[in-house]
């Protein structure tokens, strides 16, 4: 969240509204507009309350159009109806609403099982607010089991004996440069060293040799994403892995890999079952989702696993009522709301894994054939193709001169089009581009619209002496 601070100007709004406002007898009803930036003295009816939201909520975007974020925006009625019969449910009541409690607790074991997690009865994990929580629970796991372990290279996962003195040194985390934003927060708020492997060339995202030898005996783990949210491309975690057992092989230090599939981590298992990401890879400990991304659940929801007990230290584990005994649970809130879990299980019953493929493929046919017809246009060079995360980065061809992204971002809001346009961190600052994000409910039909949308820009674009966005920051929108 921004952090907001109060109103400057004194709120007295002496405005006099229309007597639609009111109910049945304007007469009585509203006189002044209410003052927005305190609390009114007198309450409204709930019918002039809504009026008023509700009106004000109309100049917000439409989420369908918004072609940056990843986070879902169409669901089925029956999931709407499900959450709204859920709404006044408390994930954290187990005792109070056992039958959330156990829906959480198999959507974890379906997960376990579709990330091959070699004993699912073993793999431990929790539902969360989003990827970003999840993240947060996995970085402490991993920085807890270092700090348990013995100093140096002989140390053994879950060993608790010679425990390393709290003070001495500082940890690190070892990521790409690509990461996702969670990851600065995680390294900032809980004091870790963030160790980051710069993109070079034509690779935007970690490399695995760069990313061991920035290893040494107080790295709690390394991070592999599936996928980046910078071009969409998927970190090559089997070679991740493969690089850290050669530095084992080396050196002796044992290096745990966490695999941030916010996105990817629903993509992967329907359409690259032959890539090796997963829990397959015996170095990794812990993965992550985001059900509110390819999860296709409407925000706020995330998944957490570890491997095993040994990943996830036992004394970070909190215990709460639940049904006579008590249940073991691990996040940041305390309170939070049970319907988007229950909504999670109702699309994990409903589309199983054939419907999940025909749901992410269809995603990224639409994703693929619209950066195919982007490349036709003749303008753009297409950085990825949508074939991994069915999201793809594009910038303009070098001979493009008269305009940036910059301005095709700006200009596509124009016709409604969220499309962020943001320049590429260490070492390809050079380079800026625009990405277009796929989601269930972008459908061919809409994605045409688009492709027709920025056709009809580039003649405008093309006659521009110069590139003209000033503020940059003001065309882009976030993009994380
Ligand atoms: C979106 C994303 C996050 C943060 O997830 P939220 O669910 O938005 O909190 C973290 N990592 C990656 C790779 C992401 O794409």
């Given at each position: 969240?921004?952090l907001?601070r109060?109103?400057?100007k004194?709120d007295?709004?002496?405005l006099?509204?229309?007597?639609f406002y009111?109910?049945a007898?304007?007469?009585?009803?509203m006189?002044e507009?209410?003052p927005?930036h305190?609390?009114?003295?007198?309450p409204?009816?709930?019918t002039?309350?809504?009026?008023l939201?509700h009106?004000?909520?109309?100049?917000?975007g439409?989420?369908?159009l918004?072609?940056?974020?990843f986070?879902?925006?169409?669901m089925?009625?029956q999931?709407?109806?499900?959450m709204g019969e859920?709404?006044?449910?408390?994930m954290?009541?187990?005792?109070e609403?056992?039958?959330t409690?156990?829906?959480e607790?198999?959507?974890v074991?379906?997960?376990?099982?579709l990330?091959?997690a070699?004993?699912p009865s073993?793999?431990?994990?929790?539902s969360?607010t989003?990827s970003?929580e999840?993240?947060m629970?996995?970085g402490m796991?991993?920085?807890?089991r270092?700090?348990?372990g013995p100093?140096?290279?002989?140390?053994?996962w879950g060993n608790?004996?010679?425990r390393?003195p709290a003070?001495?040194?500082?940890p690190?985390l070892?990521?790409?440069?690509?990461?996702?934003v969670?990851?600065?927060k995680?390294c900032n708020?809980w004091?870790?060293e963030?160790?980051?492997?710069?993109?070079?060339g034509?690779r935007f995202?970690l490399?695995?040799?760069?990313?061991?030898?920035?290893?040494?005996?107080?790295?709690?783990?390394v991070?592999g994403?599936?996928?980046s949210?910078?071009?969409?491309?998927?970190?090559?975690?089997?070679?991740?892995?493969a690089a850290?057992?050669?530095?084992q092989e080396?050196?002796?230090l044992?290096?745990p890999v966490h695999?941030?599939?916010?996105?990817?981590?629903?993509?992967?298992?329907?359409?690259d079952?032959?890539?090796v990401w997963d829990?397959r890879?015996?170095r990794?400990?812990?993965?992550?989702?985001?059900?509110h991304k390819?999860?296709?659940?409407?925000p706020?929801?995330?998944w957490a696993?570890?491997?095993?007990?040994?990943?996830?230290?036992e004394?970070?584990?909190f215990?709460?009522d639940y049904?006579?005994?008590d249940m073991p649970?691990?996040a940041l809130?305390?309170?939070r709301?049970?319907?988007?879990?229950?909504?999670q299980y109702?699309t994990?019953?409903?589309?199983?894994?054939?419907g999940?493929?025909?749901?992410q493929?269809a995603?990224?046919?639409?994703?693929r054939?619209?950066a195919e017809?982007?490349e036709?246009l003749?303008?753009?060079?297409?950085?990825?193709?949508g074939?991994q995360?069915?999201?793809?980065a594009?910038t303009?061809?070098?001979?493009?001169t008269s305009?940036?992204?910059?301005?095709?971002s700006?200009?596509?809001?124009?016709?409604?089009?969220l499309?962020p346009?943001?320049t590429?961190p260490?070492n390809?600052?050079d380079?800026?581009?625009?990405?277009?994000v796929?989601r269930?409910?972008?459908?061919?039909?809409l994605?045409?619209l688009f492709?027709e949308?920025?056709?009809?820009?580039?003649?405008?674009?093309?006659?521009?002496?110069?590139?003209?966005?000033?503020?940059?920051?003001?065309?882009t929108g976030?993009?994380?």
């Amino acid at each position: 969240m921004p952090l907001h601070r109060g109103h400057e100007k004194p709120d007295e709004r002496p405005l006099s509204v229309n007597p639609f406002y009111g109910e049945a007898n304007p007469a009585v009803e509203m006189a002044e507009a209410p003052p927005k930036h305190r609390l009114a003295e007198a309450p409204l009816t709930p019918t002039t309350a809504y009026q008023l939201v509700h009106d004000e909520l109309m100049l917000d975007g439409n989420s369908r159009l918004n072609l940056a974020t990843f986070v879902t925006t169409w669901m089925e009625p029956q999931a709407g109806t499900l959450m709204g019969e859920c709404r006044d449910k408390n994930m954290i009541d187990k005792d109070e609403y056992p039958r959330t409690a156990e829906l959480e607790r198999r959507c974890v074991a379906m997960l376990a099982d579709l990330w091959n997690a070699p004993d699912p009865s073993a793999a431990i994990g929790c539902s969360t607010t989003g990827s970003s929580e999840a993240c947060m629970l996995a970085g402490m796991a991993l920085k807890r089991r270092w700090a348990g372990g013995p100093p140096r290279s002989s140390r053994h996962w879950g060993n608790n004996e010679d425990r390393r003195p709290a003070r001495d040194v500082r940890p690190n985390l070892v990521m790409g440069v690509n990461v996702q934003v969670c990851w600065e927060k995680f390294c900032n708020f809980w004091e870790v060293e963030a160790r980051r492997v710069p993109m070079e060339g034509s690779r935007f995202h970690l490399d695995p040799q760069a990313a061991a030898e920035l290893c040494d005996e107080n790295t709690i783990g390394v991070v592999g994403i599936l996928g980046s949210t910078y071009d969409g491309s998927y970190e090559p975690v089997a070679d991740l892995c493969a690089a850290l057992d050669a530095l084992q092989e080396r050196t002796g230090l044992d290096v745990p890999v966490h695999v941030d599939g916010a996105s990817g981590g629903m993509i992967a298992p329907f359409l690259d079952e032959d890539l090796v990401w997963d829990f397959r890879l015996s170095r990794v400990a812990s993965i992550n989702t985001s059900g509110h991304k390819y999860g296709l659940v409407y925000p706020g929801v995330g998944w957490a696993l570890w491997r095993d007990k040994e990943a996830l230290p036992e004394e970070l584990v909190f215990r709460v009522d639940y049904l006579g005994g008590d249940m073991p649970t691990f996040a940041l809130n305390f309170s939070r709301p049970g319907a988007q879990v229950v909504a999670q299980y109702y699309t994990f019953l409903r589309l199983g894994r054939e419907g999940y493929r025909l749901v992410q493929q269809a995603t990224r046919d639409v994703a693929r054939h619209l950066a195919e017809r982007i490349e036709a246009l003749g303008d753009f060079r297409l950085l990825t193709r949508g074939d991994q995360l069915p999201a793809f980065a594009f910038t303009t061809a070098p001979d493009v001169t008269s305009y940036d992204v910059f301005d095709v971002s700006r200009r596509l809001r124009e016709s409604g089009w969220l499309v962020p346009a943001y320049t590429f961190p260490p070492n390809r600052e050079d380079l800026s581009v625009l990405r277009v994000v796929c989601r269930n409910g972008f459908s061919a039909d809409l994605a045409e619209l688009f492709a027709e949308d920025l056709a009809r820009l580039l003649p405008g674009l093309r006659r521009q002496p110069h590139p003209l966005t000033r503020d940059k920051r003001a065309a882009t929108g976030f993009h994380h």
